[in-house]
């Protein structure tokens, strides 16, 4: 019996930075606010709308919900490309569609997704998801942190309104 | 003009999910088909195989069992998990939903799982 995704897991922490909570899918954002996956998913609904609903399933069954510490869904559902990149696989009917991935904590990245038409994935296609990933990266660095507001008894005198 | 500056982090899969189910019937349907595939294949993987097999291909239980010279009694069962029909007819099936059916002997070796496939035919 394949095992649960939303098994618990006892295996010890790797330390202090480890993500809380469950993985979720989200879609890559460009600077302009575009976000090419869904946008391609929105696209295809037009003419294909059982085709976006297999692929939409394969993300909820295979990505969203799971453990970060647990180890990717295992082939044929997911694959690595390169890296920490992996590629979703989703067969409708004829068609082949690959959804590329990336894990940054406890968010599985929607990178880039397309028909696929050839045996491998193409050096063009990987460099799109790389590219965007990096883009990902450097715009999350740049987002400034600020530290929880402190309350309680931690509160400096005032913070209550008073 | 000061530009927007956009989060790297989009919306989610599954809010953009349900927001296609809010709009698109079809859509909604077929993602109700899915999540009943999904609780067939706990019960039976061929069973689930062959369903989402025929609903991609957009085949009737009926025009599956003429073409695959079967009843359609016995698609209706086969999909519901209840019922493996013999090898020859799930051959017959596969044919018509363009697959092969290929059988798989498994066997352990010193410990390690070894597996082999055969064509039916």
Known sequence: MPPSKRSSSSRPSAGNAQPRGRTQAVFYRDKRGHEPVDAFLEDLLRTQPLAVAKIDDAIEEHLNGRDPRDPPPEFPATSQIEGELRELRVRFARTRYRVLYQRSRNLLVLLHIFEKNTGTVSAADRRKAEARMVDFRARMDAIPRRRPRATGRDAPPGAHGS | ?121
């Open chain 2, 1 to 121: 003009m000061a530009s927007v500056l956009h989060s790297p982090i989009g919306k989610s899969a599954a809010k953009a999910a349900k927001a296609r189910a809010d709009r698109n019937v079809a859509y909604r349907d077929a993602r109700a088909e899915y999540e009943r595939i999904r609780a067939l294949r706990e019960a039976s993987p061929v069973a689930a195989h062959l369903r989402e097999r025929r609903f991609e291909l957009g085949l009737t239980q009926e025009e599956v069992a003429k073409a695959a010279g079967t009843s359609h009694s016995a698609i209706s069962r086969l999909e519901k998990g209840t019922h493996i029909p013999q090898l020859p007819t799930l051959q017959r099936i596969a044919a018509v939903l363009d697959e092969e059916l290929l059988v798989c002997f498994q066997r352990t070796v010193d410990g390690e799982v070894e597996h082999e496939f055969a064509a039916v035919a």
